[in-house]
């Protein structure tokens, strides 16, 4: 049956959790950028990852949801390929974020959206009007002014932050065919393990760097509060309408800006905010578009 429309005291409460678990992602993103330079990128994933599973492992245990038996046969190759999406995001997001600001990178991630609009349009054939197209094209105008390609200002290492929007379009895209029997705790578990993995083979490859009590603690406080992120995610989608909760996730880049600014003392230029807002509002259309189609009668 279909689900009831939120109440209004429900939106307020999903969106108030989709803006905590924007604050908690970009607070993970600050204490990874802030090993740059003091712990190779490989290495601080597989600590984090450490971190991580244990914490994803408990809670799914608690749960129930830590058997494999429960992930159906048919899912067993869509959840492969979707932990292997999640490894190239990780990776390609953190050699973004290790080497670039962390605004510019994270305003970069929020096209994601618009590429699961265009890959589905494009080879699912969903239906896409000329409104969703033109935010579509406005979204990829906005990463081109901040990745500037070609001008004096370019970053080669954005081109890493847009490698990753495409493999989270992957992933996305990969966790809408999962049956809905599938445990997301399970899905979960298995993608922390599949990070962990990758990061300790390229780590026994590269060499290990001796780690300080300080690094330790800050990245299994990132592990934290990927973790915190994840359970809030959860939680906002099952209290708030999507249409209505789901424009929040923008609040992600407010974050970040702060963040870049008070703690890293990066200034982004006129031109850099300019495509970062482009990026937001052809966003937030996206979904209102979206919204709107689906709550049309068939």
Sequence with gaps: MPALPATSAENARGAAFMVVAMATFVVNDALMKSLSGEVPVFQAVLVRGLFATLLIGAFALARGEARLSALPVRDRKLAALRAGAEIGATVCFLIALFAAPIATVTAILLASPLVITLVGATFLGETVGWRRWSAVIVGFLGVLLIVKPGAEGFQPALLWAVASVFFVCLR????????????????????AVAITVTGAVVTLWEGWEPLTGWETLRLGAAAIFVFVGYLFSVMTMRVGDIGFVSPFRYTILIWALLIGVFVFGDRPGPVTLAGAALIVLSGVYTFHRETRRVRQPR
Excluded: A, C
């Design 172 to 191: 996305d895209l990969t966790t809408r065919r999962l049956s809905p029997e599938t445990p997301s705790m399970l899905i979960t578990l298995m993608t």
